[in-house]
């Protein structure tokens, strides 16, 4: 059983990378434009990608949260521009797979915006 759960994992993990590679070269439909069935499908796909992304995007604002109040409080506010910088990076960005994302009609932002002005 643990050998099966092994190379499902392995499999798994190669053809993610393999398909990430790829999905440029895809001209796949928006989420609008498939049928009923195929919108279910997509938000199927999403919810489950979501709950295993979901924890990840939270670790990192959570982090985040630390490091930016670390950073205000041991400058003693002399850094806040870059503790808000910080705290704005990691709270902001996608908290969910969007069914777009998975078409390739969006791309997925974990963190928030590269532009951040206080």
């Known amino acids: ?12 993990c190669i053809s993610f990378f393999v398909q990430g590679s790829f999905l440029k070269d895809v001209d796949a439909k ?5 049928s009923t069935a195929g919108k279910t499908g997509l938000v199927a796909a999403s919810i489950v990608t979501s709950a295993a992304y979901f924890p990840f995007k939270a670790a990192y604002a959570i982090l985040g949260g ?8 041991i400058t003693m506010a002399k850094e806040a521009e870059t503790a808000h910088k910080i705290a704005t990076k990691t709270f902001t960005g996608d908290w969910y797979i969007h069914p777009n994302i998975l078409t390739s ?3 997925l932002n974990f963190s928030g915006p590269d532009d951040i002005s206080p």
């Open 30 to 34: 928006t989420y609008a434009e498939h």
């Open 1 to 12: 059983m643990r050998k099966i759960f092994v190379m499902l994992t392995l499999i798994s």
């Open 105 to 107: 009609h969006e791309e």
């Open 66 to 73: 630390v490091t930016s109040g670390l950073t205000y409080g």
